[in-house]
């Protein structure tokens, strides 16, 4: 069974994507991690999926083993760092 998420991005995301949100589609079974990696391989940029992003689902942050349901909401900010 095939579903839809909305991905908003933020930040350096929003630059590699050249939009503010998406609308993706993917299987049934998806995590997290799926679509990350999904990302990743879409726009060719390793930076979705090298602990760099920050994932909100739904108003709650989410894990890599998160399941997704159809009609989700995801954003996706940049991991912020300092030195």
Do not use: C, H
């Amino acid at each position: 069974m095939n579903m839809k998420v909305s991905v908003k991005f933020f930040s350096y995301f929003r630059q590699i994507v050249g939009a503010d949100q998406l609308s993706v589609d993917l299987d049934g079974d998806a995590t997290m991690a799926g679509l990350l990696n999904l990302l990743s391989e879409r726009f060719d940029n390793p930076a979705f999926k090298d602990d760099w992003a920050v994932a909100i689902v739904n108003q709650t942050k989410a894990a890599p083993e998160t399941v997704l349901k159809d009609g989700d909401s995801v954003l996706l900010l940049p991991v912020l760092g300092g030195g």
